[in-house]
Nanobody
Framework: VQLQASGGGLVQAGGSLRLSCVAT????????IGWFRQSPGKEREFVAA????????YYSDSVKGRFTISRDNAKNTVYLQMNNLQPEDTAVYYC?????????????????WGQGTQVTVSS
């Protein structure tokens, strides 16, 4: 399984970005993709997750209502649409995957990780 994250950049507060995570090698329906982020000096934290079986989604409280996770079947891509970005959203964002049929915010559940993409929000 390989994950390729992209779409980060510099944006002003209130702006939007869409991150992409292209997944190769994930077959069948029993998998979940999550987005995590890490700021300097902080631990990596859960942002959102999508479960392939049934299409369930789950968000952290800090991004609920602003971020949306979705999937494009044809492109094997999971997106994270981020609206109304704030300086506290500045972080390196990572996508991760697991072959489990449930959503989890725990890092330890995810076996596969992509490289990060930097998101910087200026005030």
């Amino acid at each position: 399984v390989q994950l390729q994250a992209s779409g980060g950049g510099l944006v002003q507060a209130g702006g939007s970005l869409r991150l992409s995570c292209v997944a190769t090698g994930l077959t069948g329906s029993g998998w979940t993709i999550g987005w995590f982020r890490q700021s300097p000096g902080k631990e990596r934290e859960f942002v959102a997750a999508y479960r392939r079986n049934g299409g369930a989604t789950y968000y952290s409280d800090s991004v609920k209502g602003r971020f949306t996770i979705s999937r494009d079947n044809a492109k094997n891509t999971v997106y994270l649409q981020m609206n109304n970005l704030q300086p506290e959203d500045t972080a390196v964002y990572y996508c991760a995957a697991n072959r489990k049929n449930f959503i989890s915010a725990s890092l330890s559940v995810y076996s596969f990780w992509g490289q990060g993409t930097q998101v910087t929000v200026s005030s």
